[in-house]
């Protein structure tokens, strides 16, 4: 009977315990400046900030990779990553993540176009049937991201591995218009390369054409981590939030 009872306490020590988080972390992203960047081999960037001090505060121990975002997607499925930041929510992503409670902040969907282009994004999406538009590999899209890629009816929908390469065919004119994060476009359009070659897509009344806005979040994998992972870094951000810190890191890269 003692060899029985030995046995099953030794089977429930190796049982994962529900509520127990990870301690460890291997973090993902790609490179999205300037929200994501790598600097003299450091992670940076307001995104990686946010993240970096949030995990800090929880309590963990981290380490960041930039990969491309279709192989950050599929590490964080198999397992092979702990954690992913930061995509937009979907509930059939919820099958392989916790999400955080908290999203690290809002992404405005922007489209960029070449500057000599005289593209105007209309109410109902018209006038766009002859072009060629540039989305990122592996990318979800909200419901209004994905009305537009419809209504329009574009010619060639074609997706790019990261986004400096699909800010290349843009300039290049492979692609017609590019999706991008605003905040991003934002980056790409100041730099002395690019100054007067690109712009954004803008509506009839000249306004900048924002197509959708969703919330971008750190997520953990369902294989190595737990709900009380993302929980922890939940209640770091509200922290964050709270005091200060959340507007300084953010502050630093306007």
Do not use: C
């Not at 929908?157 to 692609?175: P, Q, V, Y």
């Not at 994998?221 to 810190?245: E, Q, W």
């Amino acid at each position: 009977m003692r060899r029985y009872v030995l046995l099953a306490m030794a089977f429930l020590v190796l049982l994962p315990v529900p509520g127990w988080g990870a301690e460890y972390l291997h973090v993902i992203s790609m490179v999205a400046p300037p929200r994501v960047m790598l600097i003299d081999g450091e992670v940076t960037g307001m995104a990686a900030d946010l993240v970096k001090e949030g995990l800090t505060r929880a309590g963990y121990q981290f380490d960041i990779e930039l990969v491309p975002w279709k192989r950050a997607l599929y590490m964080i499925q198999s397992g092979t990553a702990d954690a992913l930041f930061y995509p937009i929510f979907t509930k059939e992503r919820t099958e392989y993540f916790h999400y955080s409670p908290t999203p690290l902040f809002r992404i405005g969907l922007a489209a960029l176009k070449r500057a000599d282009s005289d593209i105007v994004i209309r109410p109902d999406f018209g006038g766009l049937d002859h072009l060629v538009l540039g989305i990122g590999l592996g990318f979800q899209y909200g419901p209004k991201g994905k009305e537009f890629m419809e209504k329009a009816h574009f010619v060639k929908i074609e997706a790019t591995s990261s986004n400096n390469l699909g800010f290349l065919k843009l300039l290049d004119g492979r692609i017609d218009l590019l999706l991008m994060d605003s905040t991003l476009a934002t980056h790409y359009l100041k730099q002395r390369s690019t100054l007067g070659k690109v712009d954004f897509a803008r509506d009839e009344q000249g306004r900048i054409a924002i197509l959708d806005y969703r919330e971008g979040y750190l997520v953990f994998s369902r294989k190595t981590a737990t709900a009380v992972d993302a929980a922890n870094f939940s209640k770091a951000l509200d922290s964050m939030i709270r005091d200060g810190t959340y507007d300084d890191i953010v502050n630093r890269y306007k």
